[in-house]
C-alpha cells in the first residue's frame, strides 16, 4: 500500500517553514543582560501597592508575593512578581 506523500510533504513544508522563521528570529533579537541596580530595587519594594503624584507625574509600585505547595508539606513554589511604573507628561 503506497503512502500518500502530498499531504505530507505539505506538512513537512508548512511546518518547515514556520520552524525556520522561528529561528531566524530567535537569531536575530539580542540576549536581554541583568542590571543589578533594577534587581535591588525591585526586591527592596514592600509587598502592595503604592501610588505617588506629584504636579507633572505619577509613579506606581506594586509587589506581589506568594508561596504555592502542592499537598500539605509537598514541593512549593514561590511567586514574587514586582513592578514599577512612572508617567511623566511635560509639555515640548
Known sequence: MPLPIAPLA???L???TIALASYAIARRVEAGRRDQRAE???DDLPEGMTLRREPRQANVTGRLRRVVRLGEGGPGLEIDA???GRIRLRKV
Open 40 to 42: 535591588d530595587a525591585l
Open 14 to 16: 508548512r511546518y518547515g
Open 82 to 84: 514586582s513592578a514599577l
Open 10 to 12: 505539505a506538512f513537512a
